[in-house]
């Protein structure tokens, strides 16, 4: 059997009941029993029941789906979130804009073109080497650039 990835970026939302949430999704609260609203989401599939603490999925196209939460704590992690700088040279090298040859645009190439090479500033250097996991799943798997300098 063949595994794959997703490479498109699925965000996610968990579900508190707000009215907010009822109207940015448009949820139908139908009143159930004593007042307890039972909630409905309009997916692709049709009209599925959401609890609160359940995750609403949108996908790339804008639909949404329900995930429970055991099932969403077992299969999603959040993307890092790396400094506005670090980004940059992320997307820089990504562009070929810098001094590394074509051969070195890669994780290994961005590693030590940041450390060894003079690539990135000493601030950007720092932060790689000081967070290389979180560097290389930026690279790999996308990011989310943090609203205040590192």
């Not at 599939?45 to 609160?52: A, E, R, V």
Request: glycine share 10%; net charge negative; with cysteine.
């Amino acid at each position: 059997m063949t595994k794959y990835i997703k490479t498109g970026t699925t965000e996610f939302e968990q579900f508190d009941g707000s009215d907010e949430m009822i109207g940015k999704y448009d949820i139908d609260p139908e009143q159930i029993g004593e007042g307890m609203p039972m909630y409905q989401l309009e997916t692709l599939k049709g009209t599925i029941q959401i609890f609160i603490g359940d995750w609403i999925a949108t996908g790339v196209e804008g639909e949404h789906w329900p995930v429970k939460d055991e099932i969403f704590q077992k299969t999603y992690k959040k993307l890092p979130v790396i400094p506005y700088s670090v980004a940059k040279y992320i997307e820089e090298v990504k562009r070929g804009e810098t001094d590394l040859d074509q051969g070195e645009i890669n994780i290994y190439g961005a590693i030590y073109g940041a450390l060894d090479w003079d690539q990135a500033s000493c601030k950007e250097s720092d932060w790689i080497q000081a967070h290389s996991d979180e560097f290389a799943r930026a690279w790999l798997d996308g990011y989310e650039v943090a609203e205040v300098e590192e």
